[in-house]
């Protein structure tokens, strides 16, 4: 996209946002049709870490004016039926936690995920970042995994790091979930 053409989807897409939040207002249940979309293309950029057979880089982007929320797919329609497919999930776990969804056309805060299980484990988890991920810092939720750490199509390096430097097998948790590997580690550790 041209440098000149950026402002001007991004004032459409804020059109259609307005235009959305105000038809919002005629009912109390909103379903994806509701929600401005915007569709875009994207271009696989050839020096990217993230061409790593692991990942899949697809053509078309459907996306949620003002939400942090998108489907993928090598066609529009892909695309927007994985979106939709992702609304639903959001929807069904908003219920779940009795919160309403953001209303149509309305700036979505990105939400963080919870860190109450890293935070049982906190100096372990500092100094799991320094040896293991070998990061000055990072920020680890209860949902970060190894996969969020490298590009590399397994975690074996991280596994073999990790029993060198604990004496623990992690290999077996095939989530590579952060939180289960320190609960994993400080388990071991107090036995």
């Not at 039926?81 to 309403?100: P, Q, V, Y």
């Not at 969804?101 to 320094?130: K, M, Y």
């Not at 490298?150 to 596994?159: A, E, I, L, R």
Request: hydrophobic share 40%; with cysteine; aromatic share 8%.
């Amino acid at each position: 996209m041209t440098p000149m053409k950026k402002p001007v989807v991004r004032i459409a897409n804020q059109l259609r946002a307005l235009w959305k939040l105000s038809l919002s207002y005629r009912k109390r249940d909103w379903d994806l049709a509701d929600y401005p979309v915007s569709m875009r293309t994207q271009e696989p950029d050839p020096i990217s870490a993230y061409l790593a057979p692991r990942f899949k880089l697809h053509r078309y982007v459907a996306c949620i004016v003002n939400w942090n929320l998108t489907g993928g797919g090598d066609s529009e329609s892909e695309a927007l039926i994985d979106l939709e497919t992702k609304f639903e999930a959001a929807k069904l776990k908003r219920r779940e936690s009795h919160r309403s969804l953001p209303r149509p056309g309305t700036q979505v805060p990105i939400e963080f995920a919870s860190q109450e299980r890293v935070d049982v484990h906190a100096e372990l988890a500092e100094d799991f970042i320094h040896r293991v991920l070998e990061l000055e810092s990072a920020w680890i939720s209860d949902e970060s995994s190894l996969w969020d750490f490298h590009t590399d199509d397994g975690n074996d390096s991280y596994y073999a790091r990790i029993r060198e430097i604990y004496g623990v097998d992690v290999s077996d948790i095939e989530s590579a979930n952060l939180a289960e590997i320190l609960e994993r580690i400080s388990v071991q550790k107090l036995a």
